[in-house]
């Protein structure tokens, strides 16, 4: 099946008519996952799942027999422990895939290179050894990872999933950026399943994740293992795609930070508030969070400078584009990109109120 015909209808719908017919004809899948492996309320819901709808899912269950991360965050014993681990299998057979989140789901950007390993090499051993099959899906620990650690995962997986680092409020699917960092979107924008969806779960009760599902069952995705998803998603990039969602976020009164990219993509950022002392910021998602709009001059460091404050002084990345009562507007000089995230902070003056304006192109 070629999704030549359906991506091109996305593009037109999204460029020019948001909401149209035309993206119902685009092919939707969701990936359910669940982390951890909770011998409870999770086992319940996740067989429930299976037995109810027979739709394929993924559990990434941790392995440490000990059982004593999942017991302290979730009050309830672990799947990895002796006299619960026939679940993991049971799920298995059930027809789910059965991936590793490591052994004692420590955070792996902490860890030395040895140590990474043996979370990675045991874990995946001891499930294989329990299902009787590959393991080839990895969820990182908190989402956690760095170069290394994803360069460490590549030698014993396949794929693998982080976590959303997203804004709950920007409603913007966080994106795949390759088979190594492909992340969940955040069920805010469920209403919005346009592109190839992960979902992430824990320990949530089956009437939750119903409620989640049936607008989806109605939408007619496709759900996927986390595996098949990988696959599929990855033969996009041969397509090149180019899929671009308008944004906008108005009336915003006080300071927000909201995350615009994590995608092998490009953001173009317009910012309209009703008074130049309005102060922005435009930051790299790396830990150091850089402010790339910050402005130098001589011994004086403006962090997130006022709008009046780039007129006077310039800036290298934001151009005032319009500057007079009632609106002022400042615009990304060029489009920045996405991939590695991009967030952009916007503070509107005491008393006003402001708004962003983002085209945001992903390339899957
Ligand atoms: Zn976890």
Known sequence: MSFLPEVEALRKALREEPGSEALRSVPKYVALTFDDGIAGTQYSTVTRLLSKYRIPLTLF???????????????????????????????????????????????????????????????????????????????????????????????????????????????????????????????????LPLLPTILLYHNEDLDRVEADLKPLFAEGVEFLTFWDFARKVSRFPHLGVEVIFPLTMAGLTSRRKLLLGVFPGEVEVTVVAQSPETRVGVYTASPEAQDLGTILTGEEVVKEPSISQIRELGSDIWEVERWSSPLFTLRLRRPLPGAGGLSVVVDPAQGTKASVKALIRVRL
């Open 61 to 191: 269950p941790q392995t440490d027999p000990t059982g004593r991360q999942v017991r302290e965050v979730y009050r309830e014993p672990a799947m990895a422990e002796p006299e619960h681990r026939e679940k993991i299998r049971e799920i298995h057979r059930m027809g789910a895939e059965i991936g590793s989140h490591s052994v004692t789901h420590r955070d792996l950007t902490k860890l030395s290179e040895e140590e990474v390993d043996s979370e990675l090499a045991q874990s995946r051993a001891s499930l294989e050894e329990l299902v009787g099959g590959p393991v080839r899906s990895f969820a990182y620990p908190y989402g956690a990872y760095t170069p290394q650690v994803v360069r460490a995962v590549r030698r014993y997986y396949d794929q693998a999933r982080s976590v959303g680092a997203y804004e709950m409020d920007s409603k913007i699917p966080v994106r795949p950026h390759n088979r190594f960092t492909l992340a969940p979107a955040p069920l805010s924008s469920l209403h």
